[in-house]
């Protein structure tokens, strides 16, 4: 029996956050076994709606439990996958605000908050060093 996926092959469908606290800092996540830094969330499952597959990753991996009708949609950004070369991530990004502590679990082994302004002085994932980092500090000049 044949069985056919629902994704192209290459492609990671994933939710991923923007979680910004209170000091305007946010947050990245390290997966364990890996070196580079990005916005928390995971993959999307079939029939899943993206912001409740980004509620149920934020409490697996950081202890978030988080209203979904709180997250603001930002759009839609792709990249290279970090960790799966030959694969790109299309990204669905939320932004949230954090008033809490988080800790790493499951597969996140470090979890860091940098001001946007900068890299944090580490290595970030394309998806978040060329697009969501960009887009973030393009949003507060406009603010401003």
């Known amino acids: 029996m044949t069985t056919f996926s629902t994704q192209p ?10 979680l910004i ?13 890996t070196q580079a830094f990005m916005q928390p969330g995971g993959k999307i ?24 009708a709180q997250a603001v949609y930002l759009g839609h950004f792709s990249a290279p996958a970090a960790n799966e070369p030959g694969f790109v991530v299309h990204a669905e ?19 860091i908050w940098i001001d946007p302004a900068t890299d944090g002085d580490v290595s970030l994932a394309p998806l978040t060093r060329d697009l969501i980092l960009p887009f973030y500090r393009a949003s507060l000049t406009a603010i401003a």
């Open 9 to 18: 092959a290459g492609l990671i469908h994933i939710a991923a956050a923007l």
């Open 21 to 33: 606290g209170p000091d305007g800092r946010t947050l990245l996540v390290r997966k364990r076994g």
């Open 45 to 68: 499952e079939p029939h899943e709606l993206p912001v409740h597959a980004l509620a149920r990753e934020l409490e697996e991996e950081l202890g978030l439990d988080i209203d979904p």
């Open 93 to 111: 990004l939320f932004q949230l605000s954090v008033h809490c502590d988080v800790t790493p679990a499951a597969e996140i082994e470090e979890v």
